[in-house]
């Protein structure tokens, strides 16, 4: 089990940067893969980046390539997403996720931070 908590949303200018965070409770942080994903009202969780379990492989949506950056501490079970660069289509609700790899599936997600980008 894993429990994820996120933080450091908040409103920012078009333009600005802001950094995420998530702290993943459990000693076994290190065998999950890392997500993050965003929501608007009346439309679906899309992702957004995700890191190997070592750290060594990330991935990007189209939207966010070059301009967000995904990295992860093991030492403090963390997860970050550095964002900069923002617009205003990046208003959203941003969740961290974990994939085991049993099931290779996010099983686990933290409750979202909210991000606002006024233009």
């Known amino acids: 089990q894993v429990q994820l908590v996120e933080s450091g949303g908040g409103l920012v200018q078009a333009g600005g940067s802001l950094r995420l965070s998530c702290a993943a409770s459990?000693?076994?942080?290190?065998?999950?893969?890392m997500g993050w994903f965003r929501q608007v009202p009346g439309k679906e969780r899309d992702f957004v980046a995700a890191?190997?379990?070592?750290?060594?492989?990330?991935h990007y949506a189209d939207s966010v390539k070059g301009r967000f950056t995904i990295s992860r501490d093991h030492a403090k079970n963390t997860v970050y997403l550095h964002m900069n660069s923002l617009k205003p289509e990046d208003t959203a609700v941003y969740y961290c996720?974990?994939?085991?790899?049993?099931?290779?599936?996010?099983?686990?997600w933290g409750q979202g931070t909210q991000v606002t980008v006024s233009s």
């Open positions: 890191i190997s379990n070592s750290g060594s492989s990330t």
């Open positions: 996720a974990a994939r085991s790899i049993v099931t290779q599936s996010y099983d686990y």
């Open positions: 459990g000693r076994t942080f290190i065998t999950y893969v």
